[in-house]
């Protein structure tokens, strides 16, 4: 089966590159204390983290009942359990007694309940409060089931989590997705294996990450001694997919797709596709393995970045797991830390230095301006107070 979002946006930019069409010459500003100004940086979280789905993992991080992690970028604790009957839930990671963290573990942990350290009250994987030491002399009466775990909405699709961090709030993952729930589903998504993540605190505001992965501009040049060789220079291509944009980098190997029809296209090889998946993911689907980036944003110049591999099945040998270190550290610590990461921390400095009223976007540049339209349909023009 093949991708038909990113199919198409493929399509369009191969008709481009055969015409040899030039983007027209195009010119957008931003306001450059749309990356600085912290009274809009609130208006942002509460628009677009504080009640909606958002990506915290995939199932294949939970492979057996009671297994369990923690999630807190989204500025509340939230775990993420796979219960007795195998069902996936999220809860708040608070007691009901005094609000103590219940799980603290930057890994997977597997458990059989929740036991707070503080006076040990006992929650199911259900979530069910299932004991009070010294219930009858201190407790007399106290209705156990209101006092369960916050429930938080979850939903799955095609593999991955997303939970909604409002307890009142609720998910609907066939709008939420669309249309590329299809492209998930062509890259077989659901069925990857979780290999490893890392978190990461940078000093930038979280837009600069995404626009930074929406830019086929800089591919050549920023990634000149390292993935850049692999790229046609500035043949890219975003798309709007609902909330969501693809966007397909032509590899060295495009043009082979010239002579071929569309089935034996390989969208994999003759090019890079990514999906930023709104409001804080950019997914890449790379030739052999799928990638994702996950954007918290923590204050208005600082933000948590999950890099995050999945990978088609389990490694069955030592050689093959030192493969995927190999394949994760190379694009971690080769390409995303020293350049990516790098230049969207100096341009934060940049930002706040007082240098530009505004930044410029360019003809090659679309995709960013994608994601700032996007944005501000959901949230109106960044005016500044
Ligand atoms: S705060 Fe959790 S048992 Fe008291
Ligand atoms: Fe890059």
């Known amino acids: 089966m093949s991708a038909p979002g990113f199919t198409e946006v493929f399509s369009h930019l191969l008709e481009e590159y055969r015409e040899g069409r030039a983007a027209p010459p195009f010119q957008?500003?931003?306001?450059?204390?749309?990356?600085?100004?912290?009274?809009?940086?609130?208006?942002?979280?509460?628009?677009?983290?504080?009640?909606?789905?958002?990506?915290?993992?995939?199932?294949?991080?939970?492979?057996?009942?009671?297994?369990?992690?923690?999630?807190?970028?989204?500025?509340?604790?939230?775990?993420?359990?796979?219960?007795?009957?195998?069902?996936?839930?999220?809860?708040?990671?608070?007691?009901?007694?005094?609000?103590?963290?219940?799980?603290?573990?930057?890994?997977?942990?597997?458990?059989?309940?929740?036991?707070?350290?503080?006076?040990?009250?006992?929650?199911?994987?259900?979530?069910?409060?299932?004991?009070?030491?010294?219930?009858?002399?201190?407790?007399?009466?106290?209705?156990?089931?209101?006092?369960?775990?916050?429930?938080?909405?979850?939903?799955?699709?095609?593999?991955?989590?997303?939970?909604?961090?409002?307890?009142?709030?609720?998910?609907?993952?066939?709008?939420?997705?669309?249309?590329?729930?299809?492209?998930?589903?062509?890259?077989?998504?659901?069925?990857?294996?979780?290999?490893?993540?890392?978190?990461?605190?940078?000093?930038?505001?979280w837009k600069l990450?995404?626009?930074?992965?929406?830019?086929?501009?800089?591919?050549?040049?920023?990634?000149?001694?390292?993935?850049?060789?692999?790229?046609?220079?500035?043949?890219?291509?975003?798309?709007?997919?609902?909330d969501h944009l693809l966007s397909v980098v032509a590899r060295n190997e495009f043009a082979d797709a010239l002579d071929l029809p569309p089935e034996q296209w390989d969208l994999r090889r003759q090019a890079s596709c990514a999906m930023y998946l709104f409001p804080n993911v950019e997914m890449i689907i790379h030739p052999d393995y799928i990638s994702y980036l996950a954007f918290f944003p923590t204050k208005v110049d600082e933000t948590v970045v999950v890099h995050g591999c999945f990978i088609e099945e389990e490694p069955q040998n030592e050689k093959a797991r030192a493969h995927w270190e190999r394949a994760f550290d190379i694009i971690e610590n080769g390409v995303f830390r020293p350049e990516d990461y790098f230049v969207c921390e100096q341009a934060q400095i940049g930002m706040s230095s007082g240098a530009n009223s505004h930044l410029l976007l360019g003809a090659h540049e679309t995709g960013v301006k994608a994601f700032h339209d996007l944005l501000a349909e959901k949230m109106g023009p960044y005016l500044a107070e």
């Open 28 to 205: 957008a500003k931003v306001d450059t204390r749309f990356y600085t100004d912290p009274a809009w940086f609130e208006k942002e979280k509460a628009a677009l983290f504080s009640d909606g789905p958002i990506l915290v993992g995939h199932v294949a991080m939970l492979k057996s009942n009671g297994d369990t992690f923690t999630h807190d970028h989204l500025g509340k604790p939230i775990m993420v359990v796979r219960a007795g009957d195998g069902e996936i839930r999220a809860f708040l990671n608070v007691c009901r007694h005094r609000g103590v963290r219940l799980v603290n573990s930057d890994e997977v942990i597997n458990k059989t309940s929740f036991v707070c350290p503080y006076h040990n009250w006992t929650y199911g994987l259900d979530g069910a409060l299932k004991h009070i030491p010294l219930h009858e002399e201190s407790f007399a009466g106290l209705d156990a089931q209101c006092h369960s775990l916050k429930a938080l909405p979850l939903a799955i699709c095609e593999g991955l989590i997303f939970v909604n961090p409002d307890p009142l709030g609720s998910i609907d993952l066939e709008k939420h997705m669309g249309m590329v729930k299809a492209d998930f589903a062509a890259f077989g998504m659901a069925d990857h294996v979780f290999f490893r993540q890392t978190v990461t605190t940078l000093k930038t505001n």
């Open 209 to 242: 990450l995404v626009d930074a992965f929406q830019d086929g501009y800089h591919v050549t040049r920023l990634h000149r001694k390292t993935v850049g060789p692999h790229f046609i220079d500035v043949v890219s291509r975003s798309e709007r997919s609902g």
